[in-house]
């Protein structure tokens, strides 16, 4: 079992739609859970972190992690061409590595 | 705050040759990582430092690579010798060590011919 595992996609929504990217982890002691955004041929950047279970917002970037269900997702409101790209889950277990799932990539049509 | 910075930024060399790529953390941050990311495997960790002292290596596929950090603004990834399968970008990225990485270098995108 892979440790980060994520859905290649490529997911494909119209714009102005939720894109919703899910990922699991299998080190149940993991405690933190970050999203990234990789644009094709540039370096990952970071968009959202999150730590306590539940949700957590930042403009139309909502997480949501449930550690019960080793589960964390990325929600996207309101879609536009700009946000497609290969979004990579990334968690750091009680080792203290950032390992990342190998992304999901989101595409998102006019 | 200058980022991450990573040189060269491309680099192409034969087979069998010594490879040697370079990366400057942010100032303050007391973990670097190197990941290697290939169509086939993604984003694959290959080593991370912590207050300059490489904590695990366990991603280093083979003997070929090495690391080192010899100060806290500093670290090289070196692959000697280098085979075509390498061929990769090679990305640095450092933290504070409490869990929030900081971000990436820009990559070295590492062609073996």
């Known amino acids: 079992q892979k440790e980060v595992e994520q859905n290649s996609g490529p997911l494909s929504v119209p714009e102005g739609a939720i894109a919703s990217l899910n990922c699991t982890y299998s080190?149940?002691?993991?405690?933190?859970f970050f999203w990234y955004r990789q644009y094709s041929g540039k370096s990952p950047e970071l968009i959202m972190f999150?730590?306590?279970?539940g949700d957590k917002e930042d403009g139309r970037f909502t997480a949501q992690l449930n550690k019960a269900s080793q589960y964390v997702s990325l929600l996207i409101r309101d879609s536009q061409p700009s946000d497609s790209a290969t979004y990579l889950c990334?968690?750091?277990?009680?080792?203290?590595?950032?390992?990342f799932g190998t992304g999901t990539r989101l595409q998102v049509f006019p | 705050d200058a980022g991450v910075i990573q040189s060269p930024r491309h680099e192409v060399t034969e087979m069998g040759q010594e490879v040697t790529l370079r990366c400057k953390p942010i100032?303050?941050?007391?973990?670097l990582f190197w990941y290697r990311q290939t169509m086939m495997r993604g984003l694959e960790l290959l080593i991370y430092?912590?207050?300059?002292?490489?904590?695990?290596d366990s991603g280093m596929p083979e003997d070929r690579f090495s690391a080192k950090m010899p100060n806290a603004s500093f670290s090289t990834l070196k692959i000697q010798p280098s085979e075509p399968r390498d061929s990769a970008v090679y990305f640095c990225?450092?933290?504070?060590?409490?869990?929030?990485?900081?971000?990436f270098g820009q990559g070295t995108r590492l062609t073996v011919v």
């Open positions: 990225a450092s933290s504070h060590g409490d869990g929030t990485p900081g971000g």
């Open positions: 080190d149940r002691g993991s405690q933190s």
């Open positions: 999150i730590y306590s279970n």
């Open positions: 990334a968690v750091i277990g009680l080792t203290d590595k950032l390992i």
């Open positions: 100032s303050g941050h007391n973990s």
């Open positions: 430092f912590n207050n300059n002292v490489p904590i695990d």
